[in-house]
C-alpha cells in the first residue's frame, strides 16, 4: 500500500496515495461542523452552525477536532483499514513549533497505530514539485504568508519570513467594500470567499491600480438569494494589498521586496540559485494577474536581486501551484519509506514523539 501524504491547511485539507503527477484523492474544507450528543442541549437549534477550526493559521490548533478530522479522511475517504494502517508524510508549515510536530507524531502512533511517519517543510516539496531542491517559495496560504529560501533541500530559517496575513484577511477586506458599495445587503463572509475567487484580481502595476481607483467599470453579480450587488474597484483592492500592505494596515513592505530582502539575507554565494528559482505556490497565487504583476515587480528590483519565476513542468497537472506542498510530499515519499528514512514505530517506542526531529529535517 502506497503511503498517505497530508497537507492540512487553515482551509483545506488535501490527502491521497503518494502519487506526484496526480492531484490529491481527495481535497474537503479543514473547518468542521461541531456534531452535539444525544442529551447534550435540549434546545440545539441555538447551536446549529458551531464550527470548528482545527488549523488556525497555518498551525494545528484544536487537536479532538484534528483527530475526527484524519479519522474521516484516512478510514472513509481513503479507505485505511483499522488494523492494518499505513505509512503518513504529513507537510509541516514554515516555523512549526517543536511541540506541535511531537503531538502530532504522538497522535498518529497512539492513535491511529500507522505503521511510519515522516514530515518535511512545505517550502521544500512545493521546490521539488517543479523539479528543483534549491530555490525560494512564496507560499500565500488561507491564514498565512511564507517566504523561505531553501539551498540543497534546507530551508534557511535566519534568513525566512512568516507573515500571519492571508487569503483570510483579502476576503474580510473584500468584504468590507462590498458593504461600502452594497449597503443594504447583507453578504455571508462564504459568499464573499467566492466571489474573491471569481473577481479579484491584480493590476498591471501601481499607476494602472491608481487610475483604477479613480475611474472602474462596477459589475453587477445575483447572488444565491437573488439579491443583485455591483462589484467595482474592490476586486482590484485585493490584490493591491499583497504588493501595498499599507492597505490592510500593516507596515510591512510588499511582497516581492520582503522576497528580495529574504534572499538577500543569504550567503552571497547562493544568490543566483534562489533568484532563479523562485516558486509562487498556495491559493491566492493562482489570482488572475498576479504573477504577472509579481515578475513585473520583481523586474524592476537591482539586476544583482532580481527574482525569476519557474515555471511548472507541463506533465504536472494544472493546479501545481494550489497543490505544490502536496505534490512534492508524493515525490518525497516514494524515496523516504523504501529507504527507511522515516520514523519506524520501533523507533517511535524506543525514543518517543522527540525523534521527529532527528529523522524529519
Not at 474597484?233 to 500592505?245: D, M, R, S, T
Not at 510591512?252 to 528559482?277: A, F, K, P, T
Request: with cysteine; net charge negative; charged share 25%.
Amino acid at each position: 500500500m502506497e503511503a498517505v501524504v497530508v497537507d492540512a491547511g487553515s482551509k483545506l485539507l488535501k490527502a491521497g496515495f503518494a502519487a506526484p503527477d496526480q492531484d490529491p484523492a481527495l481535497i474537503i474544507p479543514t473547518k468542521m461542523k461541531r456534531m452535539l450528543e444525544d442529551g447534550d442541549l435540549t434546545d440545539s437549534s441555538m447551536f446549529e452552525d458551531v464550527s470548528v477550526d482545527p488549523v488556525v493559521r497555518g498551525f494545528i490548533k484544536d487537536w479532538d477536532a484534528m483527530e475526527d478530522l484524519l479519522h474521516y479522511v484516512l478510514y472513509t475517504g481513503l479507505g485505511w483499514e483499522i488494523g492494518n494502517e499505513g505509512q503518513i508524510l504529513f507537510t509541516d508549515p514554515l516555523s512549526t513549533p517543536k511541540a506541535v510536530r511531537e503531538r502530532l507524531v504522538q497522535l498518529m502512533f497512539e492513535t491511529f497505530n500507522i505503521s511510519g511517519f515522516y514530515a518535511s517543510e512545505q517550502a521544500v516539496l512545493s521546490l521539488y514539485a517543479v523539479g528543483r531542491i534549491s530555490g525560494c517559495t512564496v507560499d500565500i496560504g488561507h491564514g498565512k504568508i511564507d517566504i523561505a529560501p531553501v539551498c540543497e533541500g534546507a530551508v534557511q530559517h535566519i534568513a525566512s519570513k512568516r507573515f500571519e496575513i492571508g487569503g483570510i484577511d483579502l476576503t474580510k477586506l473584500l468584504a468590507q467594500e462590498l458593504r461600502k458599495s452594497n449597503p443594504l445587503v447583507s453578504i455571508d463572509i462564504s459568499e464573499v470567499e467566492k466571489l474573491k475567487e471569481q473577481y479579484a484580481s491584480c493590476a498591471d502595476d501601481q499607476f494602472a491600480y491608481e487610475g483604477i481607483q479613480r475611474s472602474c467599470l462596477a459589475e453587477k453579480h445575483t447572488l444565491p438569494d437573488g439579491q443583485v450587488i455591483t462589484i467595482g474597484k474592490g476586486k482590484y483592492l485585493v490584490g493591491e494589498a499583497l504588493f501595498q500592505p499599507s492597505i490592510l494596515g500593516l507596515e510591512e513592505h510588499g511582497i516581492v521586496e520582503q522576497l528580495v530582502r529574504s534572499i538577500s539575507s543569504v550567503s552571497s554565494e547562493n544568490h543566483r540559485q534562489l533568484l532563479e528559482n523562485t516558486v509562487l505556490c498556495g491559493g491566492t497565487s493562482s489570482m488572475l494577474g498576479f504573477e504577472d504583476r509579481f515578475q513585473k515587480e520583481a523586474n524592476l528590483c537591482s539586476s544583482s536581486i532580481r527574482p525569476s519565476l519557474v515555471k511548472p513542468p507541463e506533465y504536472m497537472p494544472e493546479n501545481l501551484s494550489k497543490n505544490s506542498a502536496w505534490m512534492g510530499g508524493a515525490i518525497l515519499a516514494k524515496v523516504v519509506f523504501p529507504q527507511n528514512q522515516h520514523v519506524t514505530k520501533a523507533d517511535y517506542d524506543e525514543t518517543g514523539p522527540v525523534i521527529v526531529h532527528k529523522k524529519c529535517f
